[in-house]
C-alpha cells in the first residue's frame, strides 16, 4: 500500500493586514553622517545541506555541474547572498513584493505567453523546455497586466494586494527598497530605467576551511509539466497567497528518493558544496530599524535557517549564518565624515565593536510587536524551521490531472493527509 504523500515543499508567508510604510531614503551621497549607522558584520555561513550554485556557462551541458567560481576558486556570489537575505528582510520589514517585470519574463527560456495570458491569465507551457522545479523556482503563473487603477506598467498589480505593489519611484520607498536599492520603473519602454544604489553591500563568501565537495543526482525535469493549478498560488479573491519559501527537510537523501519512481523522469548531478564559507557585509547611514532589520535577516534566530542555491524544494541549500564580528564607525564629533569610496577600507581606529545579539533581538521585536504581524511572522517561523521533523514532495503529474482535485487549496492539501492521495 503507498504511503500518504507528504506536504508540498513550499508555502507562503501571508501579507500583513497593514501595506509597507514607504518613505524617502537618506539622501547623504557622498558622507557618512554621524547620526546613523555605518560600518560592517563579518559573516559565517556553515552549510547543513550541501549547497550548489550553478556556474553560469556551463547551464546548458556539462555533466556534472560545477560549483560557482571566479579566478579558479570555489565562491558564493555576492548576488546570490544579497537575493536571500533581501527576501528574508522584506518579510520581516514589510516592503513591497518585487515581481520580475514583463520584459524579463519574457526573456525565459522555455516558454512564451500565450495570448490568454496577455488578457490576465496565466502562463502556460507552451513549448515544454523548462520543468516543473524551474518553472516553480521562477514563481512564474502571475498575470503582469495591470488592474485599471493600478500603475501603467508591469508590477504583479492584478494579484498583489494592492499596498504591496511595487515600488515605482525613488522618493517613496518600501523599507528594503530604500534600504537594498531598486531600479525606478518608466512607463516609456525605451527610456533609461534609474537605478537607486542600496546602501548594503555584499561581498562574495569564500571557502573557510574543511570543505568538501559532495557530487549529488536530483530529479531535474519530472516528467511533463504539471498543470498550473491554481489554489496552490491564489485565495478566492485571486490574490496571491503570499511570499514563497521552501520547508528545510528532516533528511534531504529520503526527499530524493521519493522521486526515483517518477516516469520519464530527468536527473542531473551536481557538485554541491559543505562546509564554511566567510563574507562581509558593508552598510552605510542606516537608520537605527534597517541595521535592525539587516541583522536580523542575516542571524536568523537559534531553530531557523536560510535556504540558499539550486535544489531547494530537494532539501539543498539549507545554511546558517552567524556573524562573527560587527562594527561600527564611531565619530569623534557630530560632523559628517568625508570618504572617497565607500569600498575603501576605512583604518581600524574609527570602530567600534557592537553587539550583534542586541541588534538582532532588536530586528525580531520591530516585527513582533508590529500590529498585525503575527501570522506572517508564526508562518516564517513553521517553513524555516530547523531542523525539521518531515520531508516535502510535490504533488504527483496523476494528482494534478485529478480532476477531483481540482478545487484544493494548498492549506488543505498542507493540513490534511486524505486529499495528498
Ligand atoms: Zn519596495
Aim: proline residues 9%.
Amino acid at each position: 500500500m503507498a504511503k500518504t504523500p507528504p506536504p508540498n515543499p513550499y508555502d507562503f508567508v501571508p501579507f500583513e493586514p497593514n501595506p509597507p510604510q514607504r518613505h524617502c531614503p537618506p539622501q547623504t551621497q557622498g558622507t557618512f553622517d554621524p547620526n546613523l549607522y555605518t560600518g560592517e558584520l563579518v559573516c559565517l555561513l556553515e552549510t547543513e545541506t550541501p549547497l550548489f550554485i550553478h556556474l553560469k556557462q556551463e547551464r546548458g551541458n556539462r555533466i556534472p555541474r560545477r560549483f560557482y567560481q571566479r579566478g579558479g576558486r570555489i565562491v558564493i556570489p555576492a548576488t546570490s547572498l544579497k537575493g536571500m537575505v533581501r527576501s528574508v528582510a522584506e518579510v520581516v520589514s514589510n516592503s513591497c513584493l518585487r515581481i520580475a517585470s514583463l520584459k524579463e519574463s519574457d526573456r525565459q527560456p522555455g516558454y512564451e505567453m500565450s495570448n490568454s495570458y496577455k488578457q490576465g491569465h496565466f502562463k502556460t507551457y507552451k513549448r515544454w523546455k523548462i520543468s516543473w522545479p524551474q518553472f516553480e523556482a521562477m514563481h512564474a503563473p502571475i498575470p503582469l497586466v495591470p488592474e485599471e487603477d493600478g500603475p501603467p506598467y508591469p508590477t504583479g498589480s492584478g494579484v498583489v494586494p494592492k499596498g504591496f505593489w511595487m515600488c515605482q519611484t525613488k522618493n517613496n520607498l518600501c523599507p528594503c527598497c530604500a534600504l537594498f536599492g531598486m531600479t525606478e520603473r518608466v512607463e516609456d519602454e525605451e527610456a533609461k530605467a534609474a537605478p537607486l544604489a542600496g546602501r548594503v553591500r555584499f561581498t562574495e563568501a569564500r571557502q573557510a576551511g574543511n570543505n568538501k565537495e559532495v557530487k549529488i543526482s536530483i530529479p531535474h525535469r519530472i516528467g511533463p509539466p504539471h498543470p498550473y493549478h491554481r489554489p496552490f498560488y491564489f485565495d478566492d479573491n485571486n490574490k496571491l497567497l503570499g511570499r514563497k519559501f521552501y520547508y528545510h527537510h528532516a533528511d534531504y537523501t529520503n526527499t530524493i528518493k521519493q522521486y526515483e519512481d517518477v516516469k520519464h523522469k530527468d536527473w542531473i548531478t551536481v557538485q554541491a558544496q559543505e562546509g564554511k564559507f566567510v563574507f562581509t557585509v558593508r552598510f552605510h547611514n542606516l537608520r537605527e530599524e534597517e541595521l535592525a532589520v539587516l541583522v536580523y535577516s542575516l542571524m536568523l534566530e537559534d531553530d531557523l535557517r536560510h535556504h540558499l542555491g539550486y535544489g531547494k524544494p530537494f532539501g539543498l541549500g539549507t545554511v546558517k549564518i552567524s556573524i562573527t564580528e560587527m562594527r561600527l564607525m564611531h565619530f569623534d564629533d557630530k560632523k559628517p565624515s568625508r570618504y572617497l569610496d565607500y569600498d575603501d577600507q576605512p583604518s581600524p581606529s574609527i570602530w567600534d565593536t557592537a553587539n550583534a545579539t542586541k541588534w538582532q533581538d532588536k530586528g525580531m521585536r520591530l516585527w513582533t510587536e508590529r500590529p498585525g504581524a503575527g501570522a506572517a511572522y508564526n508562518k516564517f517561523k513553521e517553513i524555516l524551521k530547523y531542523p525539521q521533523t518531515q520531508n516535502f514532495r510535490y504533488p504527483t503529474f496523476q494528482w494534478f490531472r485529478d480532476p477531483t482535485k481540482k478545487n484544493i487549496t494548498l492549506a488543505q492539501y498542507q493540513s490534511n493527509p486524505s486529499v495528498r492521495k
